[in-house]
C-alpha cells in the first residue's frame, strides 16, 4: 500500500510564498508520474504540476514561472515551491502518483492567500 502525506499549507498574503511537501512510503523512483493537483469547491481537481521520467516537469499555464515542482529522490519527496502568490490559489492542493496504472492520492494540503 501506498501512502502520501502532504505538509506545508497556510495562510500566505498575496505576493508571499508557501512550500509544499510529498513524502511518499516507496522510492519516488517506482512512480511512473509525481504531481500536484488543486481543487477548490464546486469545481474539479485540476493538474498543477506534473514530473514524469522521460519528460521531466510540465505546468498549468496559470502556474508558469511562479510554481516549481521537484523531486528529492533521497527522501523520497516531491516538493512544490509556490511563488508570487494569488488569491486564486486558493485551494486544497494534493499529491498524486501513478505507478502501473494505479493512482495514489494524498490527503490534500489547504493553502490560503489572502490579506
Known amino acids: 500500500q501506498v501512502q502520501l502525506v502532504e505538509s506545508g499549507g497556510g495562510l500566505v498574503q498575496p505576493g508571499g510564498s508557501l512550500r509544499l511537501s510529498c513524502a511518499a512510503s516507496?522510492?519516488?523512483?517506482?512512480?511512473?508520474?509525481t504531481d500536484w493537483f488543486r481543487q477548490t469547491p464546486g469545481k474539479e481537481r485540476e493538474l498543477v504540476a506534473q514530473?514524469?521520467?522521460?519528460?521531466?516537469?510540465n505546468y498549468a499555464d496559470s502556474v508558469k514561472g511562479r510554481f516549481t515542482i521537484s523531486r528529492d529522490n533521497t527522501k523520497n519527496t516531491v516538493d512544490l515551491q509556490m511563488n508570487s502568490l494569488q488569491p486564486e490559489d486558493t485551494a486544497v492542493y494534493y499529491c498524486h502518483a501513478q505507478r502501473f496504472g494505479i493512482n495514489y492520492w494524498g490527503q490534500g494540503t489547504q493553502v490560503t492567500v489572502s490579506s
Open positions: 516507496r522510492s519516488i523512483f517506482s512512480f511512473t508520474s
Open positions: 514530473f514524469t521520467a522521460p519528460s521531466g516537469a
